[in-house]
């Protein structure tokens, strides 16, 4: 089982940035895929970035293009989203994911954080 605990999340207001942080524990993420999805008030669940074992990043949402940048630190068995250039769009749930070893596909999630960017 791998748990992951979210934070960094916050009011901001436009223009400004947020870094957010998920925490594993339970198990190493050193060869899982981790991933960041949001969720808006009414909306689905998105992919918004992904990052690799290997290290290897894509994005999903072509909005954050240029904003938002994922990286991980196995050795802290952290996963970081660095948010910059906030829109009021991008205010959601913030949610970490996880997979299983050598997979891409999440199973493992975190509770959310709430980010609010306003105008």
């Known amino acids: 089982q791998v748990r992951l605990v979210e934070s960094g999340g916050g009011l901001v207001q436009a223009g400004n940035s947020l870094n957010l942080s998920c925490v594993a524990s339970?198990?190493?993420?050193?060869?899982?895929?981790m991933g960041w999805f949001r969720q808006a008030p009414g909306k689905d669940r998105d992919l918004v970035i992904g990052?690799?074992?290997?290290?290897?990043?894509?994005v999903y949402v072509d909005s954050v293009t240029g904003r938002f940048t994922i990286s991980r630190d196995n050795a802290k068995n952290t996963v970081t989203l660095q948010m910059n250039n906030l829109k009021p769009e991008d205010t959601a749930v913030y949610y970490c994911a996880a997979s299983e070893p050598y997979s891409v596909r999440y199973t493992y999630w975190g509770q959310g954080t709430q980010v609010t960017v306003s105008s």
């Open positions: 339970g198990r190493t993420i050193s060869s899982r895929t």
């Open positions: 990052i690799n074992w290997r290290g290897g990043s894509t």
